[in-house]
Nanobody, 124 residues
Framework: QYRLVESGGGLVQPGGSPRLSCASS????????IGWFRQAPGKEREGVSC????????NYADSVKGRFTISRDNAKKKVYLQMNSLKPEDTAVYYC?????????????????WGQGTQVTVSS
């Protein structure tokens, strides 16, 4: 059974630098792009970052470019999202999702397997 589990969220002060993890099981991570998405209260789910199966295939939303870094460790079956310089507007539930697409196609509907999400709250 394909499964993704996010971890690493919580309450973070503005300017904080948490790292989210996405652990996969039940499928070969190497072949999949992994996207990080987030959904704030009352807002639509949006793409944050994507890392493809091919080396160098990485995308970031403009709102996080320069602050967030995505990486993957296929041997550990994990994908990470290092978040730096967090702002209150980064508060959301963060989801990871797997898709058999390059990151140029990182629309939500191209990702068929989703984790349950982890809450990130940025507040002093």
């Amino acid at each position: 059974q394909y499964r993704l589990v996010e971890s690493g969220g919580g309450l973070v002060q503005p300017g904080g630098s948490p790292r989210l993890s996405c652990a996969s099981s039940g499928f070969t991570l190497d072949y999949y792009a992994i996207g990080w998405f987030r959904q704030a209260p009352g807002k639509e789910r949006e793409g944050v970052s994507c890392i493809g199966a091919s080396s160098g295939d990485i995308n970031y939303a403009d709102s996080v470019k320069g602050r967030f870094t995505i990486s993957r460790d296929n041997a550990k079956k994990k994908v990470y999202l290092q978040m730096n310089s967090l702002k209150p507007e980064d508060t959301a539930v963060y989801y990871c999702a797997a898709g058999l697409v390059p990151c140029s196609y990182w629309q939500l509907y191209n990702f068929g397997t989703w984790g349950q999400g982890t809450q990130v709250t940025v507040s002093s």
